[in-house]
C-alpha cells in the first residue's frame, strides 16, 4: 500500500485542485460552460494516479491495483471539493438563484437552495469516487506493457504409473 499512497496523494491532490479552479472559474459569467469539465477531471486524476503507481511499481498492475488507485484518487479529490470547492461555490455563485429557480417550478418544495447545494455535493463527492474508479481501471490495460507470467506448477512426480500402478494384471 505505500506505493499506492503516493500517487493517489498526487492524483487526487490535482482533482481536488481542478474542481476547485473550475468552481471559481464558473463564478465568471462568460466561463460557466467550464463546469461540464467537473466530468472529466476525475477520469484524468484516476488516469494520471494509476500511470505514477504503474511507473512506480516493481510488479505489473492488476485492473484491482487500477481500481483502487483510481478510487482513492477519487476520495481525496472530493474531500478537498466538499471541503474548499463547495463553501467557494456557496460565497460566489449564492443559492438565491437556485431557490428562485425551484420555487418557480413547485412553490411547495419542501427543500431550500442550500440543502440541495449540500446534496449535490455529497452526490458529486460519490460521483467522482466512481469517475476516478473508471480512470484507473482504464489507465491499467492502456498503461502497462509488463507482462503478468503465468506460473504452471510443476506435474506430479510419478505420473502415469509407479508401483503398483500397472493395469490389467492381478488377476
Do not use: H
Not at 481536488?16 to 463564478?27: C, E
Not at 469539465?37 to 487500477?66: E, F, H, Q, R
Request: charged residues 10%.
Amino acid at each position: 500500500m505505500n506505493n499506492k499512497l503516493k500517487p493517489v496523494l498526487v492524483g487526487g491532490g490535482a482533482l481536488g485542485v481542478f474542481l476547485v479552479v473550475t468552481v471559481l472559474m464558473s463564478a465568471v459569467p462568460f466561463l460557466r460552460f467550464i463546469g461540464c469539465c467537473n466530468c472529466l477531471w476525475p477520469i484524468a486524476g484516476g488516469l494520471l494516479a494509476t500511470m505514477m503507481y504503474i511507473k512506480g511499481s516493481p510488479n505489473p498492475a492488476t485492473v484491482l491495483d487500477g481500481a483502487i488507485v483510481g478510487a482513492l484518487t477519487g476520495l481525496i479529490g472530493g474531500l478537498i471539493y466538499l471541503v474548499i470547492g463547495l463553501p467557494i461555490s456557496y460565497f460566489t455563485n449564492g443559492v438565491e438563484a437556485i431557490d428562485a429557480q425551484i420555487r418557480q417550478l413547485n412553490p411547495n418544495f419542501p427543500l431550500s437552495g442550500i440543502v440541495l447545494m449540500i446534496v449535490g455535493g455529497v452526490v458529486g463527492f460519490f460521483l467522482f469516487i466512481v469517475l476516478s474508479t473508471i480512470g484507473g481501471l482504464i489507465a491499467v490495460p492502456i498503461l502497462e506493457k509488463r507482462k503478468t507470467e503465468v506460473v504452471l506448477p510443476p506435474p506430479p512426480q510419478d505420473f502415469g504409473g509407479g508401483p503398483g500402478g500397472s493395469s490389467g494384471s492381478g488377476l
